[in-house]
């Protein structure tokens, strides 16, 4: 269908631009049979590597839209869970039987589903809806980026994005002080404008718009950027819903 095309196509375009990427379906089947953690198997006494064990940089593309109605069995849930650790945390979960150990990673995940996922994320961004017989236009849209899209200027890309995941940044304390100023104002004027959560949150975009145009320290024309995105994107996502999570931020009612 229309939606699991244009998923295919987004991947598609993503892992031409990044230097390791990664799609899962998040089907019953591969839910409930893929071996995402890594377990110790005593009796061969060797470490059975999982999914997860991913290197490190390398993005996670989860397509939800490919799970289907239905319980899942313990497998799965266990699955759900490791995906909702390693969002939530950056940490993936070792299986030595009688206990667990958690190890760093570093595995940015995008997650496509259709209305709002049933794992954590922190930001949600909806896109817009597409008629059904507007899939020709996702195609030629597709094919029209791709023309485009020769190896040097994907070469281009590849390097500037990597300039910007490694560039060096700071806040400056006169900067720091404005913005804590700006979160006393909103907090003032609207209390649940925003938390503390959400401070954190505009930080650290505000660093990712920052160093996207070539800075190393935050400006306020980059702060204010950040509300107007932020802003913009809450109007469209709606009012959070309140849903009870276990610590791996994994919905506690999930009966998919």
Not at 137 to 155: A, P, T
Not at 215 to 240: F, Q
Request: glycine share 6%.
């Amino acid at each position: 269908n229309n939606v699991n095309n244009w998923n295919r196509r987004l991947y598609t375009l993503l892992s031409l631009l990044l230097p390791n990427s990664h799609y899962l379906p998040l089907s019953r089947q591969n839910l409930e049979t893929i071996r995402l953690a890594p377990r110790k198997d005593f009796e061969a006494n060797r470490l059975v590597s999982g999914m997860l064990q991913l290197p490190g940089g390398t993005n996670l593309v989860l397509d939800e839209t490919a799970l289907t109605s239905g319980q899942l069995n313990e497998k799965g849930v266990n699955n759900l869970k490791a995906l909702g650790n390693l969002i939530t945390w950056q940490k993936v979960e070792y299986d030595f039987k009688y206990h667990t150990l958690e190890y760093d990673a570093d595995i940015p995940v995008l997650v496509l589903s259709e209305g709002r996922s049933c794992l954590p994320s922190d930001f949600a961004l909806p896109v817009d809806a597409q008629q059904d017989n507007q899939g020709p236009l996702v195609d030629s849209m597709f094919k029209e980026i791709g023309s485009l899209l020769n190896e040097e200027v994907l070469n281009r890309i590849r390097i500037y994005l990597n300039l910007c995941r490694h560039k060096e940044y700071e806040l400056s304390d006169s900067l720091q002080n404005e913005v804590q100023e700006d979160f006393v104002r909103m907090r003032q004027d609207n209390p649940n404008s925003m938390t503390v959560e959400d401070l954190h949150s505009h930080l650290v975009l505000a660093r990712l718009v920052a160093v996207s145009k070539g800075k190393s320290s935050l400006e306020g024309e980059d702060w204010n950027r950040v509300k107007e995105m932020e802003a913009t994107r809450r109007t469209r996502a709606g009012p959070p819903r309140a849903v009870a999570r276990d610590p791996s931020g994994l919905q506690l009612n999930i009966h998919s």
